[in-house]
């Protein structure tokens, strides 16, 4: 399994220096993988916490389960970035792909919730 981390300097790298020949796609592939940085996240977390929610395949399932395991405001927190990064990551033809700074933003917010969620951190 990739670590979190791992996911976070990939974005950060994609961020700084996008491969060329990339324009308005690399905003996507940054959001996808922060959004894997979140999941890898979660599936520690409930690996260390939880086992049988982790178990469960539906990942909206998991992050409603989360409050009950982990303080309520980071739970909202894990909710809402999750489906933020589910909704970037897709193509709309009516939306401009997210800038630069709110992929920095974004970063920072998982990177944050990344070690709210390690095993042994204050819940």
Not at 27 to 32: F, G, I, L, S, Y
Not at 47 to 58: E, F, I, N
Not at 64 to 86: I, K, N, Q, T
């Amino acid at each position: 399994m990739t670590s979190p981390q791992t996911y976070l300097s990939e974005a950060e790298h994609l961020m700084a220096a996008p491969a060329t020949g990339t324009r308005g796609l690399w905003p996507r592939a940054c959001a996808w993988l922060l959004r894997l940085a979140l999941e890898s996240a979660l599936d520690i977390y409930w690996t260390a916490t939880a086992p049988a929610v982790g178990a469960c395949r539906s990942r909206r399932s998991q992050i409603l389960m989360l409050s009950r395991y982990h303080e309520a405001g980071s739970a909202r927190r894990v909710a809402m970035l999750w489906w933020s990064l589910s909704r970037a990551g897709h193509h709309h033809s009516y939306e401009l792909a997210l800038t630069a700074g709110e992929l920095r933003h974004l970063h920072a917010e998982v990177r944050s919730v990344v070690v709210a969620l390690q095993p042994g951190s204050p819940s």
